[in-house]
């Protein structure tokens, strides 16, 4: 139990997910991992405040996909215009 540890996202999940199951008590979880029984309490809060997130990434992923194909509409319907106009400009 070191004061001011560094612990990888991907621990601090799994603690999480351990005391999120239920089938060890709080003690249990941080007596096996090595951690103080309150940091437990706490990554299991955090994990559970910020589940959303990973829902999140997929909604901005189809925002940005969305956004995209916006663009790319837009710059096909510039080159037809480009294209007439540079025909009128050449006959003129």
Do not use: C
Not at 68 to 89: H, M, P, R, T
């Amino acid at each position: 139990m070191g004061r001011n540890r560094k612990y990888s996202s991907k621990f601090k999940a799994e603690v999480a997910l351990e005391a999120i199951k239920g089938d060890k008590t709080i003690s249990q979880i941080a007596s096996e991992y090595g951690i103080h029984p309150q940091q437990v309490r706490i990554w299991k809060k955090e994990f559970l405040e910020n589940l959303h997130l990973v829902f999140e990434k997929e909604d901005q992923a189809k925002e940005l996909k969305k956004a995209l194909d916006k663009a790319y509409k837009k710059i096909g319907q510039l080159e037809v215009e480009k294209d007439f106009l540079s025909k009128i400009l050449d006959n003129y």
